[in-house]
Nanobody, 121 residues
């Protein structure tokens, strides 16, 4: 079983910054793709950014140039640095991690519990 723990959300003024973290633990043999998604009230969950095991990144157009996704493979941890935050970035942010479990060597795809980001003056 793989667990994800998110941290770093909160309330920030427009133009401010936050850094989200997502730490994976449990029966992990390897991690492939990692990503951040968000869901605003009344809207569907949407992709924010992804990062491959090799470090290739992909961003939603709405966050390009403002958000940076990164990962520390030694710590099984992913980060999302969010700068120049806007009110429309307000949402619950979820991390998503896929890989192979140890012992059974089966694929897994896990979601974090979500962390609230609120951008407001």
């Amino acid at each position: 079983q793989v667990q994800l723990v998110e941290s770093g959300g909160g309330l920030v003024q427009p133009g401010g910054s936050l850094r989200l973290s997502c730490a994976a633990s449990g029966n992990i043999f390897s991690i492939s793709a990692m990503g951040w998604y968000r869901q605003a009230p009344g809207k569907q969950r949407e992709l924010v950014a992804t990062i491959s095991s090799g470090g290739s990144t992909n961003y939603a157009d709405s966050v390009k140039g403002r958000f940076t996704i990164s990962r520390d493979n030694a710590k099984n941890t992913m980060y999302l640095q969010m700068n120049s935050l806007k009110p429309e970035d307000t949402a619950v942010y979820y991390c998503n991690v896929g890989g192979i479990t140890s012992v059974t060597f089966r694929r897994f795809n896990s979601w974090g519990q979500g962390t609230q980001v609120t951008v407001s003056s």
